[in-house]
């Protein structure tokens, strides 16, 4: 699901076990939000937009972007770095007459990819959301709380493979939780 454009290769900090690999990637991030909170909203956005969104714990690919649903009336989006501005004016001419609100969310955030045969373990260690693969499915997504902080967790592909998206004030705390809850995988 998760397309090679979205998720850089290697750039940032690189942590490695022998069951478990941490690495920063650079990713373009775009939050976009409605504010009608009538119960067809999302529904006639969606149309609106030309997109099936994402609905709770849930994510999709579509036209080379990631979006995973944050809140009600609230997705984060998954694009190129670099291309922010333009998928903001791309979505914002079809809002059509909603009030959204989408703005650039790419510096406020990190990435981490988290992959090997002991990601769920390590997973499991941080916090209480169920990671086993019938559970937690590819495009599954969840707002939580990880390692005492908020994260958002995502399950992009069929490679076991996860994306945690952190606010970057807390990166650095996350990677050193990460390297000491790792030590025995």
Known sequence: MADAALIAPEEGRVLRRAGFTAAERTVGLVRVQIFSRATEAEARFSEQLQLRLPGPRQAIEAEGMQWCWSAPGEWVVSVPVGTEAVVIESLRSRC?????????????RVCLHLSGTNVRELLARGCTVDFHPDSFCVGHCAS??????????????????????????????????????????
Not at 164 to 185: I, T
């Open 144 to 185: 939580t709380r990880f390692a005492d902080i908020p994260v958002m967790v995502l399950r992009p592909g069929e490679d076991g493979d996860f994306l945690l998206y952190v606010d970057s004030s807390y990166g650095d705390y996350l990677f050193k939780w990460l390297e000491a809850a790792s030590r025995d995988c």
């Open 96 to 108: 059509g007459d909603f009030f959204a609100v989408l703005n650039v969310i790419t510096d406020s």
